[in-house]
């Protein structure tokens, strides 16, 4: 029984000494080159990305001159495929700065972006130069900003003004005639000027409806993960907007055939005479 209980103490006195054992540490790399970059969040669809990058020892902080390394830019979608590859970046005139200029074809889709800069003098100095690495990401959206909630629904609540303003139209010129005022035999009994005013609503609802179709295409932009309907909804505001000459000029005929047919109805009523539906 002495002999378990001594077992059991020299235990617990030996495993504070076991747990305190240090774990492994790496050593941390005090040789190599420190790569500072401009860094963005947010890129616009379809913009160019520019930006600039130095290098510095990261023995002892001194900047390199951008003669002493050549440095690569590897740019990655959302689904991680390699979609752009640089030669050595461009060095500026300056003698430090490397130039990184990726055209904006390579952001037409939406989604994060990821890439890395690695920069070395192995191919300049020799074979036992020395190197560095930095991975960075940004979005591609529509607007190039992160839009926060306020800014969503500032977005939704414009819509819903758009949208209960075109059914108001409708619904007021629901109480307008639509032609003169006609008897039960279908006489012409008065010119109704009232109905003069459905031309400019119905200009005003179509211009409307153009508004709520663009607006409607930037939040599909903003705030749907696959741009398929943003674009339809765009297409279809684009080809409204082609035929808003044609309708403006549509409804200004209508007026003024209108306004003649009516000038000739009053030379009617001023003789006694009421047309019916053959004039």
Known sequence: MKKYLLIFILTLLLFPLVSAVPP???????????????????????????????????????????????????????????????????????????????????????????????????EITDQSGIGGVVKGNFEVNYSGKDLTESQSIIYFVLLGILILTLFAIFFGMSFLPSSNERDEEGKILSVSYLKYLRLPLWLFAYFLFIAIVYLSSNIGFAFLPGQLFAKLLFAIFVILMSLSTLVIIIIIISFFVKFYHDKDFQKYFSRGFFPGEQL
């Not at 951008?66 to 690569?72: G, L, R």
């Not at 979609?83 to 889709?109: C, H, M, R, T």
């Not at 890439?115 to 003098?121: D, E, R």
Request: net charge negative.
């Open 24 to 122: 492994f540490i790496p050593e941390e790399n005090i040789n190599g080159i420190e790569i500072f970059e401009q860094r963005i969040t947010f890129l616009p669809l379809n913009t160019d990305y520019e930006s600039h990058i130095h290098i510095s020892n990261i023995t002892n902080g001194m900047p390199l001159p951008n003669d002493e390394a050549s440095c690569y830019f590897h740019l990655y979608n959302n689904s991680g495929n390699h979609v752009f590859q640089s030669n050595p970046l461009e060095s500026l005139i300056n003698g430090w700065d490397y130039e990184v200029l990726i055209k904006a074809g390579n952001f037409s889709n939406a989604g994060m972006f990821t890439y890395n800069i690695f920069c070395n003098t192995t």
